[in-house]
């Protein structure tokens, strides 16, 4: 605040490729939940909100916001790798 007890305006800091580009620490979460899932599906287990939120010491809820976060976080990424191979085909 100012003197005068207003709030100054913000400026967006503009990221340039000199600046290292910050990770938001809730996707860091996801992420790593995301890996834990995988873990689990490869052993045959299922992993709970509560699991996670232990892990992440974090609310159960909050855990299992994540788990469902990370499970639409590795779908997407499971589509894009299925669309990789895929390349566009003209009429010609």
């Known amino acids: 605040m100012t003197a005068s ?19 938001d620490p809730i996707q860091r979460e996801i992420v790593l939940v995301a890996t834990w899932l995988m873990e689990a599906e490869e052993t045959g287990r299922r992993l709970s909100g509560a699991e996670v939120a232990r892990r992440l010491e974090v609310s159960p809820k909050t855990g299992q916001r994540r788990v469902l976060d990370a499970q639409a976080y590795l779908e997407e990424q499971r589509r894009q790798q299925g669309r990789a191979h895929l390349r566009s085909v003209g009429r010609s």
């Open 5 to 23: 007890g207003e709030a100054p305006a913000r400026v967006p800091r503009q990221q340039t490729d000199e600046q290292p580009t910050e990770v």
